[in-house]
C-alpha cells in the first residue's frame, strides 16, 4: 500500500518512494562514505563506517516500521531515476501534534542543487497534509550551512541551540533546532494565490 501511495509522490526534482530491500547498497555505500557522514552527521563516531550485514539488520527494522509513527523513504532524482538519497520521520506523536524529520542526499553530485531541499519540502507537504500535526521539527549542526540555509528557505525558523554539543576534528560546533508550525507552512500558499491573483 505504502509502495503504490509514494511511486507517485514527486515534487520538481526528486521523487519520494517507498524503501526497497535493494536500497540497502546504496545506505551502506553511503554510511561508508566519510564526506556523506561528516555533513549528515556531524562525525558522529555511530555512524561511522558499518558492514553490509548491520546494514541488512537496519533494513529489515526499516522495512517494518509503523508508517502511523516512523517511515523512511529514497529519494530519487526526477530525472534519471537515480537513487540518490534518503528521507524520514519519526518520533510522530498524534497526540503533541509534532514530528522529527531528515534528509540526506548521499550522491555528491547532486549536493547543492536542491534536491535536499526538494525531498524535504515533499516531506513536510506529506506530513502536514496527511497527518493533523501542529509542528515540525529537525537539527543540525552550526557548521553544516547548506542545511541551515536549505531549511531556513523552506520557512523553518530555528528555535534553539544546544552550544559547543558537537565535536568534530577537534572544533566544537552548536547542535542547531528548527521548528515549523503548521500555520507556517500553509502561509505561502496562502501568499502565493494572493500574489497571482
Do not use: Q
Request: hydrophobic letters at 40%; aromatic letters at 10%; charged letters at 30%.
Amino acid at each position: 500500500m505504502l509502495e503504490e501511495k509514494f511511486d507517485r509522490f514527486e515534487g520538481k526534482l526528486v521523487r519520494l518512494r517507498a524503501l526497497r530491500p535493494e536500497d540497502a547498497e546504496h545506505h551502506l555505500r553511503w554510511r561508508n562514505d566519510p564526506e556523506v557522514t561528516h555533513w549528515a552527521t556531524a562525525g558522529d563516531p555511530c555512524f561511522g563506517p558499518v558492514t553490509a550485514e548491520a546494514v541488512a539488520l537496519g533494513f529489515d527494522t526499516m522495512l517494518r516500521l509503523n508508517p502511523r509513527e516512523s517511515a523512511v523513504f529514497t529519494v530519487e532524482d526526477l530525472a534519471g531515476g537515480t537513487v540518490i538519497g534518503m528521507a524520514d520521520y519519526r518520533d510522530l506523536d498524534p497526540y503533541a501534534g509534532v514530528a522529527t524529520l531528515g534528509v540526506t542526499i548521499g550522491e555528491r553530485e547532486f549536493w547543492g542543487l536542491g534536491h535536499g531541499s526538494d525531498a524535504l519540502r515533499l516531506l513536510v507537504d506529506h506530513l502536514f497534509g496527511t497527518y493533523p500535526l501542529h509542528r515540525l521539527e529537525l537539527d543540525t549542526w552550526s557548521g553544516n550551512e547548506r542545511a541551515v540555509r536549505a531549511f531556513t528557505g523552506l520557512g523553518f525558523r530555528e528555535e534553539g541551540r544546544r552550544r559547543s554539543a558537537v565535536l568534530l576534528a577537534g572544533k566544537r560546533y552548536d547542535s542547531v533546532l528548527f521548528g515549523m508550525l503548521r500555520e507556517e507552512w500553509a502561509k505561502p500558499t496562502r501568499d502565493e494565490v494572493d500574489g497571482a491573483a
